[in-house]
């Protein structure tokens, strides 16, 4: 394969510089977000990649028609243990994070909808994934729990 300075096909490397220039300004954007990091618990898991595209084939089955985040593409990084509640982000964009939780309800636009709402800081992440997590334990604690009662 021939070096780029010396290759006679010049589109590939203006594709090349336009991406290059795309990701710059998408690297911009991020760099003035405030990274949240996901520090999964017992009550709490990572959704393993070979797995990703039956949980995405599931909540866009499960979302009613007119709920706000069928406007985005969803990508699921976490669920909560023995619920229908995720952790998603904006798969294009990859800069919003959101908890959906199928067990609750709100109303948006005189619409009911699964309840969802946007993670904005990091304590209020590990304040919600910390809450799950006594839930968890208090669950385990109960008779039964270990059988699946």
Same mark, same amino acid.
């Not at 999964?40 to 990572?46: L, Q, R």
């Not at 797995?51 to 990508?75: D, N, S, T, Y």
């Not at 309800?105 to 709402?117: E, P, S």
């Given at each position: 394969?021939?070096?780029?300075?010396?290759?006679?096909?010049?589109?590939?490397?203006?594709?090349?510089?336009?991406?290059?220039?795309?990701?710059?300004?998408?690297?911009?954007?991020?760099?003035?977000?405030?990274?949240?990091?996901?520090?999964?618990?017992?009550?709490?898991?990572?959704?393993?990649?070979? $797995?990703?595209?039956?949980?995405?084939? $599931?909540?866009?089955?499960?979302?009613?028609?007119?709920?706000?985040?069928?406007?985005?593409?969803?990508?699921?990084?976490?669920?909560?243990?023995?619920?229908?509640? +995720?952790?998603?982000?904006?798969?294009?964009?990859?800069?919003?994070?959101?908890?959906?939780?199928?067990?609750?309800?709100?109303?948006?636009?005189?619409?009911?909808?699964? +309840? $969802?709402?946007?993670?904005?800081?990091?304590?209020?992440?590990?304040?919600?994934?910390?809450?799950? +997590?006594?839930?968890?334990?208090?669950?385990?604690?109960?008779?039964?729990?270990? +059988?699946?009662?």
């Amino acid at each position: 394969m021939m070096p780029p300075s010396r290759c006679r096909c010049a589109a590939p490397h203006r594709a090349a510089k336009g991406i290059s220039a795309a990701l710059n300004e998408s690297h911009n954007e991020i760099r003035n977000m405030p990274l949240l990091t996901i520090t999964c618990n017992d009550a709490w898991d990572f959704i393993p990649l070979e $797995f990703v595209e039956e949980e995405i084939k $599931f909540i866009e089955g499960q979302l009613q028609p007119a709920h706000p985040l069928r406007a985005i593409k969803l990508l699921p990084l976490a669920k909560c243990w023995r619920k229908f509640k +995720y952790l998603v982000e904006d798969e294009d964009s990859g800069d919003s994070l959101w908890v959906l939780d199928m067990h609750r309800k709100k109303r948006i636009r005189g619409k009911t909808c699964y +309840y $969802f709402k946007r993670m904005e800081t990091q304590e209020e992440l590990d304040a919600m994934l910390g809450a799950d +997590y006594e839930k968890w334990v208090q669950s385990m604690k109960d008779a039964g729990a270990w +059988y699946g009662e």
